[in-house]
């Protein structure tokens, strides 16, 4: 059945005023909207905080160029944006880029001020397809490896497809982070005090580059890094330039926080990694790291109402070589480790959580899952003594189902193909048994959450045909036990032949 051209208009003008509802409205928060029609990205952009800039997120097309404009907005006084995409954009690669203009401005830590951020100047981000699209950082990193991504390309316009395209951008955020010490430069550096000092540091930059020109900004820097990072080759005079800017910048960085040693430490890092740069990885490499093995998971109180989690696990191999690991618990990604361990400090006591753990290189591959790894936290016994004091705390407390379902089993996915570019796919599996009773389901894409549900089964709309996606499912009871991860399954929806027939008309 033909969709009737009126329908088609008024589809077209809602894509194009929806900016505008958007800003209209304060921008709203994380996640879905209540219509359900639209998607919220958010995220902040710093350098320092950057206010009052063009906010834009645009697919992300193979050949590295902006597509198809989705939304837009602009960043608060904070640095923070949320803006409203269409629902079957979440799912494709996006950049988002915030521009300056008139009355656009970024606070600088090093003077104190703020500094206007002008229409020359912009920072991007590029996003992988399947991404948790909420908290995401648009920083000078983001924008070197944006950079990276047109330099990779442009060196071999080959890998300018959809096919390689997930590795390759993640290969390019993936390298600026081992040139500046950053586990992730789409997380917020708040949780990463490396990334901080590396921004403390470029700000260091512009405000020396302006002693020597007024008329230098934030481009001047980023010419100056971008230049460096073609190959982060120690004797390139670019490479030098660098350098050279990075490490005066850095001692008067220092030199500005005498007392926090945790951030001298992270500048001294910084220092050394610039003195001794990576080697350049292997772009057209496609052999994934062998998965992390012997993956553990110990629990520790760390008082009567706190506790954490040590992961620890062994070194995955590679042809070239790892460049870290993303960690996921209960089938979401919290966080990426340069190292073979990571502490959990975000549980509960009662609570099971499960693990497991994912190698990826410096040319974006990525193993498949380590083993996974259960543990749940115990509360200290009664009248143990913590910090001096008896654990009162837990006296008299109620009994509690502290058991978790068993992992929901035979999860299929099958794929129907809704036009000659979108698909869906139905999920499927088998009910887990639970010593009370199961009470729902949260479903996993890509190691990030995408719904969740009371009854066994999900249908995912709105994917792009041709692309890989993998799913994951964990059952949950009243109590809030949460199993261990189902299998995981992957699916590639297939794109029609031509000249089939979907929805009553012919797919050129």
Same mark, same amino acid.
Do not use: H
């Given at each position: 059945?033909?969709?009737?051209?009126?329908?088609?208009?008024?589809?077209?003008?809602?894509?194009?005023?929806?900016?505008?509802?958007?800003?209209?409205?304060?921008?709203?928060?994380?996640?879905?909207?209540?219509?359900?029609?639209?998607?919220?990205?958010?995220?902040?952009?710093?350098?320092?905080?950057?206010?009052?800039?063009?906010?834009?997120?645009?697919?992300?097309?193979?050949?590295?160029?902006?597509?198809?404009?989705?939304?837009?907005?602009?960043?608060?006084?904070?640095?923070?944006?949320?803006?409203?995409?269409?629902?079957?954009?979440?799912?494709?690669?996006?950049?988002?880029?915030?521009?300056?203009?008139?009355?656009?401005?970024?606070?600088?830590?090093?003077?104190?001020?703020?500094?206007?951020?002008?229409?020359?100047?912009?920072?991007?981000?590029?996003?992988?397809?399947?991404?948790?699209?909420?908290?995401?950082?648009?920083?000078?990193?983001?924008?070197?490896?944006?950079?990276?991504?047109?330099?990779?390309?442009?060196?071999?316009?080959?890998?300018?497809?959809?096919?390689?395209?997930?590795?390759?951008?993640?290969?390019?955020?993936?390298?600026?982070?081992?040139?500046?010490?950053?586990?992730?430069?789409?997380?917020?550096?708040?949780?990463?005090?490396?990334?901080?000092?590396?921004?403390?540091?470029?700000?260091?930059?512009?405000?020396?580059?302006?002693?020597?020109?007024?008329?230098?900004?934030?481009?001047?820097?980023?010419?100056?890094?971008?230049?460096?990072?073609?190959?982060?080759?120690?004797?390139?005079?670019?490479?030098?330039?660098?350098?050279?800017?990075?490490?005066?910048?850095?001692?008067?960085?220092?030199?500005?926080?005498?007392?926090?040693?945790?951030?001298?430490?992270?500048?001294?890092?910084?220092?050394?990694?610039?003195?001794?740069?990576?080697?350049?990885?292997?772009?057209?490499?496609?052999?994934?790291?062998?998965?992390?093995?012997?993956?553990?998971?110990?629990?520790?109180?760390?008082?009567?109402?706190?506790?954490?989690?040590?992961?620890?696990?062994?070194?995955?191999?590679?042809?070239?070589?790892?460049?870290?690991?993303?960690?996921?618990?209960?089938?979401?990604?919290?966080?990426?480790?340069?190292?073979?361990?990571?502490?959990?400090?975000?549980?509960?006591?009662?609570?099971? *959580?499960? !693990?497991?753990?994912?190698? @990826?290189?410096? /040319? =974006? +591959?990525? $193993?498949?899952? &380590? %083993?996974?790894? #259960?543990?749940?936290?115990?509360?200290?016994?009664?009248?143990?003594?913590?910090?001096?004091?008896?654990?009162?705390?837990?006296?008299?407390?109620?009994?509690?189902?502290?058991?978790?379902?068993?992992?929901?089993?035979?999860?299929?996915?099958?794929?129907?193909?809704?036009?000659?570019?979108?698909?869906?796919?139905?999920?499927?599996?088998?009910?887990?048994?639970?010593?009370?009773?199961?009470?729902?389901?949260?479903?996993?894409?890509?190691?990030?959450?995408?719904?969740?549900?009371?009854?066994?089964?999900?249908?995912?709309?709105?994917?792009?045909?041709?692309?890989? *996606?993998? !799913?994951?499912?964990?059952? @949950?009871?009243? /109590? =809030? +036990?949460? $199993?261990?991860? &189902? %299998?995981?399954? #992957?699916?590639?929806?297939?794109?029609?032949?031509?000249?089939?027939?979907?929805?009553?008309?012919?797919?050129?």
């Amino acid at each position: 059945m033909q969709i009737p051209w009126m329908r088609r208009i008024f589809e077209a003008l809602l894509l194009l005023c929806l900016p505008l509802l958007v800003s209209a409205c304060g921008g709203g928060g994380g996640g879905r909207d209540g219509g359900g029609d639209t998607t919220v990205v958010s995220g902040v952009a710093v350098k320092g905080p950057i206010s009052g800039a063009l906010v834009q997120i645009f697919q992300l097309s193979p050949g590295g160029a902006p597509g198809t404009l989705f939304g837009s907005g602009s960043t608060g006084a904070a640095g923070n944006f949320a803006v409203a995409i269409p629902n079957s954009a979440a799912a494709a690669p996006l950049l988002i880029t915030v521009t300056g203009g008139a009355g656009a401005s970024y606070l600088s830590e090093s003077s104190g001020s703020a500094v206007p951020f002008g229409s020359g100047e912009s920072f991007s981000a590029m996003v992988p397809a399947g991404s948790v699209l909420q908290g995401i950082t648009v920083s000078p990193s983001t924008e070197a490896a944006y950079r990276k991504l047109q330099q990779v390309l442009t060196a071999d316009p080959a890998l300018a497809t959809a096919g390689d395209q997930a590795r390759v951008v993640a290969a390019a955020n993936s390298r600026i982070g081992s040139l500046t010490g950053s586990a992730n430069i789409l997380a917020d550096p708040a949780g990463d005090i490396r990334y901080r000092a590396y921004l403390l540091i470029v700000d260091q930059m512009i405000v020396d580059a302006k002693v020597a020109n007024s008329a230098a900004n934030s481009t001047t820097v980023m010419n100056i890094i971008n230049n460096a990072f073609v190959n982060a080759d120690l004797n390139a005079p670019a490479y030098q330039i660098y350098l050279q800017a990075l490490n005066a910048a850095a001692d008067r960085v220092k030199a500005a926080n005498a007392g926090n040693n945790a951030l001298l430490t992270a500048i001294d890092q910084v220092k050394a990694l610039a003195a001794n740069p990576p080697a350049e990885p292997d772009f057209t490499d496609v052999t994934a790291p062998s998965a992390p093995a012997n993956l553990s998971a110990t629990a520790s109180a760390l008082s009567t109402t706190s506790a954490s989690v040590l992961l620890a696990w062994n070194a995955s191999s590679d042809n070239d070589q790892v460049a870290g690991y993303d960690i996921f618990r209960d089938g979401s990604k919290i966080a990426t480790s340069l190292s073979t361990n990571y502490t959990d400090s975000s549980v509960s006591f009662g609570v099971t *959580y499960s !693990y497991f753990v994912v190698a @990826f290189d410096g /040319a =974006g +591959n990525r $193993s498949a899952a &380590s %083993n996974l790894a #259960s543990v749940t936290p115990v509360r200290p016994n009664l009248d143990v003594v913590i910090g001096g004091q008896v654990g009162t705390d837990v006296l008299g407390l109620p009994l509690t189902d502290n058991v978790p379902p068993a992992a929901p089993v035979l999860l299929s996915a099958t794929p129907s193909a809704l036009t000659a570019t979108i698909s869906s796919v139905l999920l499927s599996w088998s009910a887990p048994s639970d010593n009370v009773a199961v009470t729902g389901y949260d479903v996993f894409r890509n190691g990030s959450k995408i719904a969740t549900v009371t009854t066994p089964g999900y249908n995912d709309p709105s994917l792009l045909s041709g692309v890989a *996606y993998s !799913y994951s499912v964990i059952a @949950f009871d009243a /109590a =809030g +036990n949460r $199993s261990p991860l &189902s %299998n995981l399954i #992957s699916v590639t929806p297939p794109q029609p032949p031509l000249d089939v027939v979907i929805g009553g008309q012919v797919q050129p």
